[in-house]
């Protein structure tokens, strides 16, 4: 079996490096190919265009930027005539309709399709320790389930195509939103001049705690957002799909909606490329420590 991998960024880059640590035959395509030398080095076959790369794979793993980057690569007049009889892999973050009417013109192309979104950033993907999460038929998830364990020990079976985007949408939306919560609070707490170590203290000990706060504290309170495991402007990103489909829902999305904002603020400040944890310097600009 060959697996064609297309998109070697932040992500794709260490989760491809997992499938040639487990020597798989992989043939790796990336718009930029200068970010596929740490692939080629290892001797992973490198295709000069994405049409290579599907043509010699009999399974196809896309971590692209968006579903319209995923359209105009793979669903082409001149591209979508060679994906019958392939699998596609899905695992980037979009909509669950944008999911499932990709899914839809693949089938029509005679392909299959699955989607596997992952919840976790750089250091996961490089240990293997994401949680891939899965919406297909049990038959799909039964075929391709040790390959998705190369990313992830334990692949959730979600449901069928779009119940696995929404479910990652949902815990991108609590990124957002809890980062933001967060920064507000410290922000606060470090111009009230109240003794920052005494209120994480007392965060940690309560019901209030997440992780995330932790991860994201020493980020913060150094301004410091370079080498981002997850750029602000992937952030708002998500955060713009989750909007568009909760608001089809019906759903109240004004909490969200001031978490865009925040975000917008921190990429026109300069920090699109930036760890996201920057929205702290939208929250609290130029804030004494």
């Known amino acids: 079996m060959q697996v064609g991998f297309i998109g070697t960024g932040l992500m794709g880059l260490p989760m491809a ?46 971590m692209l930027t968006n579903a319209s980057a995923i359209r105009s690569l793979l669903l082409s007049e001149d591209i979508k005539q060679h994906l ?35 919840l976790g950033s750089i250091p996961e993907a490089q240990s293997g320790k994401l949680i891939v999460m899965v919406g297909s038929t049990e038959a799909q998830f039964e075929r391709w389930q040790a390959l998705l364990q190369n990313f992830g020990a334990k692949p959730l079976l979600i449901g069928e195509v779009g119940a696995a985007s929404a479910i990652k949408l949902a815990l991108n939306q609590l990124i957002a939103s809890l980062s933001t919560a967060f920064a507000l609070s410290l922000g606060f707490v470090e111009r009230q001049g109240a003794d920052v170590d005494i209120f ?17 504290l020493q980020r913060m309170r150094d301004r410091n957002y370079s080498n981002p495991n997850f750029p602000t402007k992937h952030l708002l990103k998500d955060t713009e799909l989750f909007i568009n489909e909760a608001q089809g829902e019906g759903m109240n999305i004004s909490s969200i909606e001031g978490v865009k904002k925040i975000l917008e ?8 490329d930036a760890d996201y944890s920057s929205l702290f310097s939208a929250i ?3 804030c004494e420590v």
């Open 84 to 118: 019958a009889e392939k699998t596609v892999i899905q695992m980037s973050t979009i909509a669950p309709t944008e999911s499932i009417a990709i899914a839809k013109d693949i089938i029509a192309a005679g392909g299959e399709y699955l989607e596997a979104p992952v």
């Open 17 to 62: 490096q997992k499938l040639v640590e487990a020597e798989i035959d992989l043939i790796a395509y990336n718009r930029t190919l200068e970010k596929l030398e740490p692939l080629q080095k290892a001797g992973v076959r490198i295709a000069q265009q994405p049409l290579e790369a599907i043509i010699g794979s009999d399974c196809i793993i896309l």
């Open 200 to 216: 994480m203290q007392i965060l940690r000990q309560s019901a209030l705690y997440a992780p995330t706060f932790d991860k994201k």
């Open 265 to 272: 603020i921190a990429i026109t400040s300069g920090f699109a």
């Open 284 to 286: 609290a600009p130029d």
